[in-house]
């Protein structure tokens, strides 16, 4: 006898998108403050800081570049079947953690 109400769902996570984007913002805005900017604060240096955040923007999306080239794919589906002796919702989970697809 088939299972009534079946109901089947897939989720995939993929990882490191943000820190690329973050990278290059921080180069973005450091570049700025250290090339456009042309005016001078009480102690501090805005080229320094500027400089600071462009090495750092680099430091972000080369590690965020690594990350997505070494990424695991995680796929879960999730199973929601109706029991039909008893007639209760059973949920099923199954995680399938896997390399690098080519």
């Known amino acids: 006898m088939p299972f009534r109400g079946l109901t089947q769902m897939t989720t995939t996570s993929t990882g490191a998108s943000m820190s690329i984007g973050g990278g290059i913002f921080l180069m973005v805005v450091g570049a700025i403050m250290a ?3 042309d005016f001078q604060l009480a102690r501090v240096d805005i080229n320094l ?3 600071i955040l462009l090495v ?3 430091l972000v999306l080369v ?3 690594v990350s997505r080239v ?3 794919r995680v796929e879960s589906t999730y ?3 109706v029991d039909p002796v008893t007639g209760e919702r059973v949920t099923r989970r199954i995680t399938d953690e896997g390399g690098r697809e080519d």
């Open 56 to 58: 750092a923007g680099f």
């Open 35 to 37: 090339f456009a900017l």
């Open 70 to 72: 070494r990424r695991r």
């Open 63 to 65: 590690l965020g570049i």
């Open 79 to 81: 199973t929601v079947t």
């Open 49 to 51: 800081i500027g400089y």
